[in-house]
């Protein structure tokens, strides 16, 4: 299997550059993988463990050391995709993937963590990784393998375990779930308009102009993850979802809010003295918004806590 590989720092021999070049791939085909910045350290810290428990003369019998390592780090996002669907099922509440800021946005001034080597695109907004957690194990890892990363499918099948003709359906019934789950978005500047409008409206305690921002359809959902207070079940509906937020503003006078990227879209990010509360990412797909999603889970917002 074939990989790209980044020009290494010219500190370490060439061997080791060139294993640890692939580490910025690792992360961002694990992110779109797993969705949880935690699980991915997990994955790239075994996959190259594996690397290292072989022999020197295994190792150079390796033909692509970058293949074997997109191999190897697939397969264990495949095991823990499995495994996680029933850790999910015992979350409290929601759960959402874990958001992203901008690099050139870090609020704790601490870049160059696993977060920062995320590129931004829209195969990792949320509205994006939200359907691929509807997808089963196989799927995900055969659409984001073959769709986002070009790898052939005769690849694709040695990581899934499948034929090759098998991991084509599977990549083809992922793409019909995001054609049906996802209308096409609004251009960048329109989007980030109706944010700056929902902000200002939420400062303003407006709930005439809330509603005007969110489609009478409109789904709200939190992920608190039992550690803060979140609501359980998604919002339905634009007026209830504007309601609670007014009530939100009532009670924390204290509310910092912010326009910032997550995950490449814009966003928002609320602060209480200065320390990330929530973290919210927006679905518009036409002149309003149709989804909001709140990361209130402290343990996924420390790429946005102040340090």
Not at 6 to 23: H, K, V
Not at 63 to 89: F, H, N, Y
Request: contains cysteine.
């Amino acid at each position: 299997m074939t990989t790209p590989s980044e020009p290494g720092n010219g500190r370490l021999d060439p061997s080791l550059r060139a294993i640890m070049s692939e580490r910025r791939q690792l992360i961002n085909l694990a992110y779109r993988l797993l969705g949880s910045l935690a699980e991915v350290e997990d994955a790239v810290q075994e996959t190259y463990a594996r690397w290292y428990a072989m022999s020197r003369q295994q190792q150079q019998a390796v033909e692509s050391p970058g293949g074997w390592l997109t191999k190897v780090a697939s397969r264990l996002c495949l095991d823990l995709l499995g495994s996680a669907r029933a850790r999910r099922e015992r979350y409290v509440g929601a759960w959402i993937p874990e958001p992203l800021p901008d690099r050139t946005e870090w609020i704790n001034g601490r870049p160059g963590g696993t977060a920062d080597r995320v590129t931004l695109d829209e195969s990792i907004s949320m509205a994006f990784l939200v359907v691929l957690e509807s997808m089963t194990p196989a799927e995900r890892v055969a659409f984001i393998l073959h769709d986002v990363f070009r790898y052939p499918f005769a690849e694709v099948a040695e990581i899934v375990g499948r034929t090759p003709a098998a991991c084509r359906q599977l990549a083809s019934s992922a793409r019909r779930r995001i054609r049906t789950s996802q209308a096409p978005a609004a251009p960048a500047a329109q989007r980030a308009g109706i944010v700056r409008d929902f902000k200002q409206a939420w400062e303003a305690k407006d709930i005439d102009a809330l509603l005007g921002l969110l489609d009478p359809d409109a789904t709200g959902i939190a992920d608190g993850g039992g550690l803060v207070s979140a609501v359980l079940r998604p919002i339905e509906g634009g007026e209830q979802i504007a309601r609670i937020f007014v009530d939100i503003a009532g009670r924390a006078p204290n509310l910092t809010i912010l326009e910032r990227t997550v995950n490449g879209q814009p966003g928002l990010v609320a602060q209480q003295d200065g320390v990330t509360v929530t973290v919210m990412a927006f679905d518009v797909p036409g002149d309003r918004i149709k989804r909001i999603w709140a990361v209130r889970n402290p343990d996924k917002l420390r790429s946005w806590t102040t340090g």
